[in-house]
């Protein structure tokens, strides 16, 4: 099945999206990453905060990983 929404929307969507992050976990924390739980060093998460508040932490990644789909989507020429 395909869907077609204007690129605009769904641009508008994802910025909503943004926005509901924003008051996950007493606000993102926006130095977090994704990482390999079994090769990452423990004290780095713990220096970013990994540990304090894991759902700030995820709220954290899930704006950076919407704001570069953001971008690519920007970056992209739209064919009618």
């Keep these: 099945m395909i869907i077609s929404v204007s690129k605009e929307e769904l641009i508008t969507l994802l910025l909503k999206d943004i ?7 007493g606000g993102p924390n926006l130095r977090a990453f994704e990482f390999d739980p079994k090769t990452i060093n423990r004290q780095l998460l713990e220096e970013c905060g990994f540990y304090k508040n894991r ?15 953001i971008q690519e989507l920007e970056e992209t020429q739209v064919h009618p």
């Design 55 to 69: 759902e700030a932490w995820i709220a954290g990644v899930q704006i950076r990983k919407i704001r570069q789909y």
């Design 19 to 25: 926005k509901a992050w924003e008051n996950v976990g």
